[in-house]
């Protein structure tokens, strides 16, 4: 079976990133993490092909079609971005691994992800969206949020944007906040949402119709006085995760708390329908009530510093067994479930 990888790499970017904020490209990948799945792919005796990303991508599909992709390319350009080769593989016809093009793009949207949350009555903070001064300035004289809230990209990823002053505590540092992120990052919609002084999670989920917890990984600051009603899991923490962070687990949670989360990560992982993995961020208001935060339906897959990875080490789980536990599922997932047309016939392939 021929594996393809597609995936966008932090330096195919290096051409423009002087002139933008230097965590623009945060989510995307390094070389290593393709080179550490395709390790493993191999060592299943698998043939894989690299795809890299794009318009490249499909014509390399034309010609050395693959029988499945495993993807993590997040894309480019807009809300929409993580959808984009999914998109491609299903009008193609390829079965790839991971969630379908309309699950990966909405859950890229924090805000609609949380309408969808809240209408299937799970706790997820109180929010409001502002995508103009207009819109900021009817949010400043709204009252319904209740302070301290937190400012952040509704549809971006590895913490970009986020450090300590995401936090904000009074209508003034509010309104600093949003403007510096609209004025830093044009285009983008922010996302205002109260505060969870609580602990916080991250759960990583596998399979499909009866998706199983890998894990509960507890994220705690190694700054010991450093309450968690004052820590952010920001940029700097996750670039030196290594030295500003201790990940727990097992998580020390009495019973019910426990089964809280985990019924609260799978419950949003089925709604959503997501596919093969995802990983659901959770924090606890003042009350120890845990809040959905975020889905992250193409996890980070960096053997040393992606959360899944860490928390399947932590608890076990190789990041071998990890990326074939995950592939295991697809496949499975794809043998159930009626295919579509391959629309690359042997015709086209004859023509490139
Ligand atoms: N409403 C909130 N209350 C408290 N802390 C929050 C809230 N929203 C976000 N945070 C903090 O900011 C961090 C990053 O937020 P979030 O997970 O939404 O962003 P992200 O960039 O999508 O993360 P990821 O790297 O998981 O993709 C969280 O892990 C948490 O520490
Ligand atoms: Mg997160």
Redesign the pocket.
């Known amino acids: 079976m021929r594996i393809g990888i597609c995936y966008n790499l932090k330096t195919d970017f290096d051409h423009v990133t002087a002139s933008l904020p230097d965590d623009r490209f945060?989510?995307l990948d390094d070389i290593g993490t393709v080179e550490d799945i395709e390790r493993v792919l191999r060592a299943e005796g698998y043939e894989t092909v690299r795809l890299g990303f794009g318009v490249p991508a499909v014509a390399k599909l034309q010609k050395e079609p693959v029988d499945l992709v495993f993807n993590i390319s997040e894309g480019i350009n807009g809300r929409a971005r993580e959808a984009q080769m999914p998109a491609i593989f299903d009008m193609l016809g390829i079965p790839y691994v991971g969630s379908d093009s309309l699950t990966i793009a909405l859950a890229l949207d924090?805000a609609w992800t949380k309408k969808i949350v809240t209408q299937a009555g799970f706790a997820t903070?109180a929010?409001y969206t502002v995508d103009n001064s207009i819109q900021l300035e009817r949010m400043m004289e709204n009252r319904e949020l209740r302070y301290p809230?937190?400012v952040?990209?509704s549809c971006?990823?590895?913490?970009?944007?986020?450090d300590d002053r995401?936090?904000v505590r009074n209508a003034h540092e509010l309104a600093q906040r949003v403007q510096y992120l609209m004025a830093t990052y044009p285009g983008e919609t922010v996302l205002v949402?109260?505060?969870?002084?609580g602990r916080?999670f991250?759960v990583g989920i596998v399979g499909n119709r009866e998706p199983e917890v890998v894990a509960v990984m507890e994220?705690v600051p190694s700054d010991k006085t450093k309450d968690m009603a004052n820590?952010?899991?920001?940029l700097d923490?996750?670039r030196n995760c290594d030295v500003r962070i201790i990940y727990r687990l097992p998580a020390d949670l009495d019973d019910s708390t426990d089964r809280a989360i985990r019924s609260l990560a799978v419950g949003v992982y089925k709604e959503l329908r997501c596919r093969d993995m995802a990983?659901v961020?959770i924090?606890l208001d003042e009350n120890g009530v845990p809040?959905f935060?975020?889905l992250?339906t193409l996890?980070?897959l960096n053997k040393r510093h992606s959360?899944l990875p860490i928390l399947a080490r932590l608890a076990g789980m190789s990041y071998e067994t990890l990326i074939t536990r995950v592939l295991g599922h697809a496949l499975e997932r794809i043998q159930q479930t009626p295919q579509g047309v391959a629309v690359i016939t042997e015709d086209q392939q004859a023509a490139v």
């Open positions: 945060e989510e924090k903070p929010f809230l937190f952040k990209l971006e990823g590895s913490s970009m944007s986020i995401s936090k949402e109260e505060f969870m002084p916080e991250t994220v820590f952010v899991y920001g923490e996750k990983r961020d924090r809040h935060i975020e992250n996890p980070g959360d």
